[in-house]
């Protein structure tokens, strides 16, 4: 089973580097030197993308620590199942309905932020936001755990 925890501690730092790539450099670039509907543009292509990522780095992890560690469930698989769930709402809720409130809105730097679909696209910003942190505060939590 070395294999497992080989390739478990492999999926971990994976996923939890790309989220930290992905949020704390590469998106803050983008909105700093691209116009916001360029920049949104950008993001929202990569986003199916992110957050399938996740997901196969997730399942490949849990896996691997269900075959590493045998009978039982440990802290760091219930940590992964976390994590998984909140991909998985992003990935197959928040994602696609941001990306159709995008469409309908047309322009973030023409529409009024006081229109409703800015103030609907707004909020599950912050959920996708706050489900992203979770991901990655869970994620550092595990590679502590190594």
């Known amino acids: 089973m070395k294999y497992a925890e080989t390739v478990y501690r492999l999926a971990i730092a994976l996923w939890v580097g790309g989220n ?4 704390a450099v590469l998106t803050p670039l ?6 916001r509907d360029t920049a949104a543009r950008i993001v929202g292509t990569f ?6 990522w996740g997901l196969a780095c997730g399942g490949a ?13 440990d802290l760091a698989a ?17 994602e696609p309905r941001a990306a159709a409130l995008k469409q ?14 800015r103030r609907e696209f707004s909020r599950l910003h912050a959920v996708s936001a706050i489900c992203n ?11 502590l755990m190594f």
Not at 20 to 23: I, N, Y
Not at 30 to 35: G, P, R
Not at 109 to 115: D, F, I, R
């Open 47 to 52: 986003f199916p993308a992110y957050f399938r």
């Open 133 to 143: 942190l979770a991901v990655l505060g869970g994620g550092v939590v595990l590679v």
């Open 20 to 23: 930290a790539l992905f949020t």
């Open 61 to 73: 992890a849990l896996l691997c620590r269900l075959l590493a560690r045998g009978r039982g469930i």
């Open 78 to 94: 219930i940590i992964l199942v976390v994590m998984l769930a909140v991909t998985a709402v992003q990935s197959f809720y928040v």
């Open 104 to 117: 309908e809105i047309g322009s973030f730097e023409t529409t009024p932020k006081e229109h409703p679909l």
């Open 30 to 35: 983008l909105f700093k030197s691209e116009a």
